[in-house]
């Protein structure tokens, strides 16, 4: 994007705008060219006045600007979004004179908006009057010279002017920002992917129909697993609605731009008009901590599972480990996690040569299935200020997406921003997340993986011995027991070595093993003494526990 002196870019004036800082910002060489509305931005970059616009499209405390929205719609054939920056937004009360005099109040519908606690509690009955930007506030308070008036904007805004700061920081909220597009010429050329985009469209059906926003949200999310960064409606004055969405992902992604032909072929016979405003990089109100993730061990299965679904997240990945290109050692350095995603038996082992590896403010996990050991090692071998967070996907690598997956997390005491940054990653992506401590979560993995599979090894062993014919089986069994032929069948499929892993970690394994046996010869006991009466009492109240 050219930033010469000779190139002019638009902005919402007048000078001291918060739009003009984004501008400057963004290009620091350019020729800024003042506009008294955001319409009049959008127009000298439709009409080649200017080669580039900067306008406000939202603010995180009230939400989009209209006014941008409906430029976006008026203006789509010839300007598009190129860019979008952040910067925080500090309120300030400025005037010329006592602040017990105010009795009027200048600012942007947005600004007055995002001020309105700190008005309704000093000034209830003050008129408050909106005016195009915070900028042209303070420019009017100053010109009438009445000790009465008062504006909103910006400290740098007010000192321009020549005000007095009357009251700083009034917005609702502290760290307030605001998002602004940089716009530019519809021009392919344009439209760069870097890997974490986002696109912006509308899609404005002819009138309102039952059931057409569920229609386009399915389409989005479920049939193309795509993320909407946000969706915001407007009315026209028909009753109908255009709905403004950002996509996660560019307009160049073969998915993206799937979705939006799938889109326009199902809402044809709406009529519906889907209008694209343009692919950008992704700038949320709060970037991310968590830019890299290292996956030790990220050649495996279930390693190049993490692999794809941290890079779609838009996370740099390193792999680490045999046959990965980087030493373990160069993969913990250029990362700021560090997953470890190994064998149960080699986990304690790797958990020790990455701890000793590890720097403050980095983050440490493993997926292992068994805790206890190498959840107590990461807490005990990690430096002082190393995040240490426990992870168990309860799922294989053959899963398509995490959508209603199990993914258990196991916090610690140095679980931090970081670990809640990683966690999310799961949320998004629709995993179903539960939280525990190491000893609940073995304690549940040796019934549900040591007994679970330990009752499937058994009755494979007695299929195989004592039914005269186990491959005419299927021939003879109930639907019930061909569920349970097939997850027996699924279960003896998995690794053999994972199997006898999971059965010779698991310190509580062994005990829920006993226990199942002891229950066994229970029930054997009451059916061999011909004791039902009690036998169906014990089955009603098991199923409670269901």
């Not at 007095?164 to 009034?170: E, G, K, P, R, T």
Request: glycine share 8%; net charge negative.
């Amino acid at each position: 994007m050219s930033d010469s002196e000779s190139t002019r870019v638009a902005y919402l004036g007048p000078v001291g705008s918060y739009t003009q800082q984004a501008a400057g910002q963004r290009f620091a060489h350019a020729k800024p060219i003042s506009c008294a509305s955001i319409e009049q931005v959008f127009a000298a970059v439709s009409n080649g006045e200017a080669a580039h616009g900067v306008v406000p499209i939202e603010n995180m405390l009230q939400g989009p600007v209209t006014e941008t929205q409906d430029g976006l719609y008026s203006f789509h054939e010839t300007v598009r979004i190129h860019d979008m920056l952040v910067i925080p937004i500090e309120h300030t009360l400025g005037g010329i004179g006592d602040p017990e005099l105010i009795t009027t109040i200048y600012s942007k519908d947005q600004a007055l908006k995002q001020c309105s606690e700190y008005l309704q509690a000093n000034y209830p009955n003050a008129r408050l009057v909106e005016v195009d930007s915070t900028s042209l506030a303070a420019e009017r308070v100053k010109a009438a010279s009445d000790p009465t008036l008062a504006a909103i904007a910006g400290p740098s805004a007010l000192e321009l002017y020549g005000l007095d700061v009357l009251a700083h920081s009034i917005g609702n909220i502290r760290d307030n920002k605001t998002r602004f597009a940089v716009l530019g010429s519809p021009e392919p050329k344009n439209f760069v992917a870097t890997g974490n985009d986002a696109t912006a469209c509308v899609i404005y059906p002819p009138g309102d129909r039952v059931g057409i926003l569920e229609e386009i949200l399915v389409v989005i999310s479920r049939d193309h697993n795509l993320s909407l960064s946000s969706i915001h409606s407007r009315p026209d004055r028909r009753g109908a609605f255009r709905f403004y969405v950002e996509i996660e992902g560019h307009l160049n992604d073969k998915i993206v731009q799937s979705c939006i032909s799938t889109l326009r072929r199902k809402l044809a016979d709406d009529l519906a008009e889907i209008l694209v405003f343009g692919s950008y990089p992704r700038r949320p109100f709060n970037p991310p901590k968590l830019r890299t993730i290292g996956i030790v061990g990220g050649t495996g299965k279930m390693g190049n599972w993490f692999r794809r679904l941290f890079e779609q997240a838009g996370y740099e990945v390193a792999i680490g480990g045999l046959d990965s290109g980087l030493s373990i050692e160069e993969c913990v350095a250029q990362s700021q996690a560090v997953l470890l995603s190994v064998p149960i038996a080699e986990s304690v082992k790797v958990a020790r040569q990455v701890s000793a590896l590890l720097q403050p403010g980095q983050l440490v996990l493993d997926n292992t299935s068994v805790k206890g050991q190498v959840m107590s090692v990461l807490s005990e071998a990690v430096p002082e200020g190393v995040e240490v967070l426990g992870m168990h996907t309860i799922f294989g690598p053959d899963e398509e997406s995490l959508r209603k997956r199990n993914t258990i997390f196991t916090r610690t005491e140095a679980s931090g921003d970081l670990a809640e940054e990683f966690e999310h990653i799961f949320y998004k992506y629709g995993a179903h997340l539960s939280y525990t401590n190491e000893t609940n979560h073995d304690q549940q993995m040796a019934f549900h993986q040591n007994l679970e599979h330990f009752t499937k090894i058994v009755l494979a062993e007695v299929l195989a011995r004592h039914v005269s014919d186990p491959a005419n089986t299927r021939a003879y069994s109930s639907p019930n027991s061909r569920a349970s032929l097939r997850t027996m069948a699924r279960v003896l499929r998995v690794d053999a070595n994972l199997l006898t892993e999971i059965q010779s970690h698991n310190t509580q394994g062994p005990a829920m093993i006993d226990h199942f046996m002891s229950v066994a010869s229970e029930v054997q006991a009451l059916i061999g003494t011909g004791d039902f009466d009690t036998l169906l009492a014990r089955i009603q109240n098991s199923l409670e526990a269901l």
